[in-house]
């Protein structure tokens, strides 16, 4: 069982930043593989990037690449996700999840693990 703490959201205006933490606590955290997805209002849950256990191989959505950057902490047992240049359509509530087989693609059915979502809110 792994469980995660997302923080970091708030209010930001178009073109700021912030900065995602999800703290793992549980089985071991290192082995998992690990993501973020987003849900906007009225809108299905999607994949915004994952990141694999040692860290070297990334996935991202093509509407945050260049924007948004996943990075782990394995020593912490942290995941990240900064995001620069936000936009108002990045409104959503982002969930982090993990999958313990190493997987962090963007099939949000093989994650077994998310956290409760921290809202992000960009005002225009």
């Known amino acids: 069982q792994v469980q995660l703490v997302e923080s970091g959201g708030g209010l930001v205006q178009a073109g700021g930043s912030l900065r995602l933490s999800c703290a793992a606590s549980?089985?071991?955290?290192?082995?998992?593989?690990m993501a973020w997805f987003r849900q906007a209002p009225g809108k299905e849950r999607e994949f915004v990037t994952g990141?694999?256990?040692?860290?070297?191989?990334?996935y991202s959505a093509n509407f945050v690449k260049g924007r948004f950057t996943i990075s782990r902490d394995n020593a912490e047992n942290t995941v990240y996700l900064q995001m620069n240049s936000l936009k108002p359509e990045d409104t959503a509530v982002y969930y982090c999840?993990?999958?313990?087989?190493?997987?962090?693609?963007?099939?949000?059915?093989?994650?077994?693990?998310w956290g409760q979502g921290t809202q992000v809110t960009v005002s225009s």
């Open positions: 990141i694999n256990w040692s860290g070297d191989v990334t």
């Open positions: 999840t993990a999958n313990p087989m190493d997987y962090s693609g963007s099939d949000f059915r093989r994650y077994d693990y």
């Open positions: 549980g089985r071991t955290f290192s082995r998992n593989g």
